[in-house]
């Protein structure tokens, strides 16, 4: 059925570019659009090389203090930081009811995205975090900002209890990652988390006691402040990052060490203290009476502050009563405090390029203006003159402290606004671009289509409108998924039902033609293994916690008490692999191979060996050891990629030097088989053990329209449109992705509050955000992979005379490679992060990260 | 596209060879699909007023009370319409129609847990259950008319292509059921947190909606193309 038209068509377009431009095309309109659209979505802020000083403080219109401290009346002398990562709210509260009056416990709200780094790094500069921050958890850098901690270097438990005793430190802080930890993997209502809680709850009652025992008048913690806290909650499944109650809520516990204070006015002193972490940093700088950080855009809270109140009886000069001391002091800490923040909105919008529009500016200056005014017509001169009686003091004060607060309202609300709302123009750009490179794609697969569909019979059209609309419709329901963060959350699931759905739909085809029935049963087949797999590897990390116990399959309680499903677990993938090498050697003895192929089909089969032989060693199941152990270590995977490498040299010097021979079909069949096998030994070592039953699967899902396409040429159109979905798929995984925080900013932002689009977008950052940057990755990857096989296979077809109609469907058959490829690939990254887990627990369980 | 064309003259010609299954009236076809829905409907009034259970609070025993009423109302109404009447007797077509039971709840399982049903012991039974009750709803009236004739089996389930009334009241309800327990199966992932995510009552609901809607859909069918078949027959 070869037409000499389509032919000389194909070769008017001129060699291999006239194949991969498209693909390349598509490379750089999706780079394009997500540039752009990244720009917009991970917003970032400037940060200002700046630093407080104490000598600032001099600029401002406040009442400096002169007896040798820095900026505020210093409450106290030294602070005591404890930072439980991810306290829950519940934890702490018998320490404070024993206390009532000299310790008390804030409800603290931090600010999302709450992992760690970025709640040190709010709390100690007093400023939002961005999540572009999230990343530099892994790295951890120091913090370069301005804050109140100089951070310097790692310690351990063994270290906090002998330091209380030493004379040589002003600002102690203890960070214990543990209850993070515990929480990660084995949930909130764990045993390992009660223990974890119940050894903090002994430490901290160490720590309190011989606190107590020395802060009497002239002992070393007469000034000392404690303040246990967490960064961040944790869900019930002990995550965290998103923005949810459970998440963003966590406890500060204060307890100061002197006679507690019995007379702060009531209004600042609510029995439901609630603190913003946000106002964190400057409330202890503000008690420590060092200067404030410079970023800081938080307020001085009033409940805090007050637990140092005492220390400053020593001026009691005056007729007036205490509460009335304190708050005089306290609106003078609140002024420094406006200064300083509206010394830096300035410094930064002057600074930033996307700063604060002129609009807020104004609103800032006015708010700032008018608190301003009443303090140096009013109330300063009120301060200075010491004759003044508690009577026309007090409602000065109290309305000075109130525009102060508005002022810094103001700034804050601003802030979060401005930090965390997306750049909505950039994102439609992006996603407008992201939309066009989908209709080029679709535009591009449709001409490929019309070339060689051409030559086929006209009876496929109807079959192809009815599986592409199929597809299609699968897709779509995959898509729209998206929209929805607790079908991400599902996302295995979702993707095995959708997989299984066109298993069996594809089963159902067979059956109407008659072909391919077992092919496509052992796919079904497959993906229910898939199915088990991921279940039983998310039911093994969660086996303990409470909140997973329902969804442990009875797979894993066999497994539990049988060590004969070990022996399976550790077997199975063996066997598996055995098989694939029976099979390549069966595939290699076909004859139809030349020379480079081969050997390069040999080299994997070497490398399974070697795999074999590397899980061998590694379990201690087999009892004989092979060979010594860091041999099989570390020597057996270094050979696996060596191996690989060398596969791949060998196949890239194969496309120099090749000789035009063969058939096309044969040639193109050799040359993925040995591609593929060439990666997969390298893929399979990475993954573990799962890896061969996917690599089984995906080869006989691969079998499926290679096959077809060696021996049917009727299945073809059928494939065509598999290809075209397969080929959306990876897009139609993107695209709601993208379009998504669009959608809810769009949305929300003209009809409802500021409180609820902020609740909306934070769990943006916790969900999607993640997922939008690995399937960003994805998509680039792919893209790039695509463009690569295609100059890979498209360099052979400038000197064949072969069949034409091959060449686009060679382009299109990689596609589902790649795609699936990508696809496996997010499965392998989702379960080698959960296979990690332990790992890195395990790790930190034993070294709680420790700054002096 | 020859192949196609001579694969589909060569089925149409082996249905000519055989005796068709006799045709059914609009009126005889009502009757049937009305007490299929009857029965589910008393099988749910059963299952509220005597044992006060639902669908969401007890679905095991409610789903065995629908299985367990359909069972005679779906045999001994299908097998009337039975193919070869000439060999096979009325008991025989629901004899096979009762095996069919089995088989089509272990495939309607299979199916369910290639898709991502739960394998736990404490869902087993209800699993059991929702497998049997689609089992009814699908292969149970097309065993009893169809008896193991896998040409005729492919041809209305794989093909969809109904030849004659009482195909489509086999055809159309057996995919109602199908695809609305396939959608009845979204909701269950979201995080609304209702009783009713559970597996397998939202797929059960699915299955029953999807049902019902066929019967009335197959009607139709029956009504359109059943109007020169009544008149054959008379």
């Known amino acids: 059925m070869k037409q000499p038209e389509t032919t000389s068509l194909v070769a008017a377009k001129g060699g291999k570019w006239g194949y991969t431009w498209p693909l390349w095309t598509a490379l750089l309109l999706h780079l394009l659009a997500v540039l752009l659209f990244t720009t917009g979505f991970l917003l970032t802020r400037t940060e200002l090389p700046h630093r407080s000083h104490c000598s600032d403080v001099s600029h401002s219109p406040c009442l400096s203090t002169n007896n040798g401290s820095c900026w505020t009346k210093p409450a106290a002398n030294r602070l005591i930081l404890i930072v439980l990562d991810a306290l829950r709210l519940q934890v702490l509260k018998n320490v404070a009811s024993e206390r009532p009056l000299s310790a008390r416990i804030f409800k603290a709200v931090a600010d999302p995205p709450t992992t760690s780094l970025q709640r040190l790094k709010g709390l100690t500069t007093g400023g939002l975090p961005t999540f572009v921050d999230v990343g530099n958890s892994f790295g951890a850098p120091a913090i370069v900002e301005d804050n109140f901690v100089n951070q310097v270097d790692n310690g351990c438990i063994d270290h906090l209890l002998p330091s209380l005793y030493e004379e040589d430190w002003d600002v102690l802080i203890a960070h214990f990652l543990g209850v993070d930890h515990a929480g990660h993997i084995f949930g909130v209502d764990s045993t390992p988390m009660i223990e974890k809680l119940e050894q903090y709850n002994t430490i901290l009652e160490g720590v309190i006691e011989i606190l107590e025992n020395h802060s009497g008048p002239g002992k070393p913690h007469e000034n000392t402040l404690l303040v246990v806290m967490g960064d961040h909650g944790q869900t019930l499944n002990g995550d965290h990052g998103g923005g949810s109650a459970e998440e963003v809520e966590t406890a500060i516990f204060a307890m100061s060490f002197k006679k507690p204070l019995s007379a702060v006015p009531p209004e600042f002193d609510s029995c439901f203290c609630q603190l913003d972490l946000l106002d964190f940093a400057v409330t202890v700088s503000a008690m420590l009476g060092i200067p404030f950080p410079y970023g800081s855009i938080g307020h001085i809270n009033p409940e805090l502050y007050a637990l140092g109140a005492d220390s400053w009886n020593l001026d009691a000069s005056q007729k007036l009563s205490e509460s009335d001391i304190w708050m005089q002091n306290y609106a003078n800490a609140l002024c420094i405090n406006s200064w300083q923040v509206k010394r830096y909105v300035d410094a930064y919008s002057a600074s930033s390029a996307v700063g604060f529009s002129d609009d807020d500016l104004s609103r800032i200056a006015s708010a700032y203006a008018q608190a301003e005014n009443h303090w140096s017509h009013f109330t300063k001169k009120l301060l200075l003159d010491i004759q003044n009686d508690s009577d026309t003091l007090v409602p000065a004060l109290k309305r000075q402290i109130d525009a102060y607060f508005k002022f810094l309202t103001t700034v804050s609300e601003l802030a979060r606004s401005k930090w965390t709302e997306f750049d909505l123009k950039m994102m439609g750009t992006g996603i407008g671009i992201l939309l066009i490179s989908l209709v080029f794609q679709f535009f591009t697969i449709l001409r490929a289509n019309k070339q060689y569909g051409e030559t086929l019979s006209s009876s496929g059209d109807s079959w192809v409108i009815t599986s592409s609309s199929f597809t299609f419709f699968l897709l779509g329901i995959r898509a729209c998924s998206f929209l929805s963060n607790s079908y991400i959350l599902e996302e295995g699931k979702i993707a095995n039902f959708l997989l299984s759905t066109f298993g069996i739909v594809t089963l159902r085809q067979s059956v109407i033609k008659g072909e391919l029935l077992i092919e496509s049963i052992g796919f079904l087949i497959l993906s229910t293994f898939c199915r088990f797999a991921i279940e039983v590897g998310l039911s093994k990390q969660a086996a303990t916690s409470a909140f997973m116990k329902e969804y442990t399959s009875w797979i894993v309680n066999i497994a539990s008490g049988l060590p004969v499903w070990d022996y399976a677990a550790e077997v199975v993938p063996m066997i598996v692999l055995i098989l694939l090498i029976a099979w390549l050697y069966k595939v290699t003895n076909g004859g139809r191979f030349g020379c480079p192929w081969k050997h390069v089909i040999m080299g994997t089969i070497l490398s399974y060996m070697l795999i074999i032989m590397h899980w061998i060693t590694e379990s201690n199941r087999f009892g004989v050891p092979l060979m010594p152990e860091h041999i099989g270590r570390n020597y057996i995977p270094r050979i696996v990629y060596a191996i690989g490498l060398g596969q791949l040299l060998l196949l890239g010097f194969g496309q120099l030097f090749k000789k035009n021979c063969l058939d096309y079909k044969e040639n193109l069949v050799a040359k993925t088989t040995a591609v593929v096998s060439a990666w997969s030994s390298t893929v399979i070592l990475l993954s573990g053990k799962q890896g061969p039953m996917v690599a089984f699967a995906s080869l006989v899902g691969g079998a499926l329209p290679l096959s077809a396409h060696m021996l049917f040429e009727e299945f073809v159109l059928v494939r065509q449109a598999i290809l075209l979905a397969i080929d959306t798929f990876g897009f139609s995984i993107i695209l709601p992705v993208f379009g998504l925080p669009f959608l809810i900013a769009t949305k929300y932002q003209a009809n409802l509050g500021k409180q609820f689009l902020f609740t909306q977008l934070s769990q943006v950052w916790g969900l999607f955000a993640p997922k939008f940057v690995f399937d960003v990755f994805n998509l680039i990857l792919t893209d790039f992979l695509i463009c690569l096989a295609s100059i890979y296979y498209f360099d052979q077809r400038n000197q064949g005379k072969d069949d034409p109609e091959q060449k686009p469907s060679a382009s299109l058959s990689l596609k589902p490679f790649s795609c699936g490829a990508s696809h496996v690939s997010r499965a392998y990254f989702m379960r080698s992060l959960m296979r990690l887990k332990p790992y890195s627990s395990e790790a930190s369980h034993a070294s709680e990260a420790f700054f002096v | ?234």
């Open chain 2, 1 to 234: 596209m020859d192949r196609r064309k001579s694969s589909k003259e060569t089925t149409s010609s082996k249905a000519l060879t055989m005796v068709p299954s006799p045709p059914i009236s609009a009126s005889e076809a009502f009757i049937v699909n009305t007490l299929c829905a009857l029965v589910l409907f008393f099988a749910f009034w059963i299952a509220n007023t005597l044992y006060s259970i639902d669908l969401v609070t007890d679905p095991s025993l409610t789903l065995f009370f629908i299985w367990i009423t359909e069972l005679p109302t779906v045999t001994l109404l299908f097998s009337r319409y039975r193919q070869n009447r000439q060999r096979c007797t009325y008991l025989r077509a629901v004899g096979r129609g009762v095996l069919g039971v089995p088989v089509g709840a272990l495939l309607n399982l299979l199916g369910a847990i290639a898709l991502g049903a739960p394998v736990t012991s404490q869902y087993l039974p209800k699993t059991v259950n929702w497998a049997l009750m689609m089992s009814l709803f699908t292969t149970v009236p097309a065993s009893c008319v169809l008896g193991s004739s896998w040409t005729d089996w492919r041809r209305i389930f794989a093909q969809t292509k109904p030849n004659g009334s009482i195909e489509y009241l086999l055809c159309l309800p057996a995919h109602g059921a199908v695809i609305g327990a396939w959608f009845g199966a979204w909701p269950m992932p979201l995080d609304w947190e209702r009783p009713w995510q559970e597996w397998p009552i939202s797929v059960s609901y699915g299955a029953i909606a999807g049902y019902l809607v066929a019967l009335i859909a197959s009607l139709g069918f029956v009504l359109a193309c059943g109007r020169p078949q009544h008149i054959k027959r008379e």
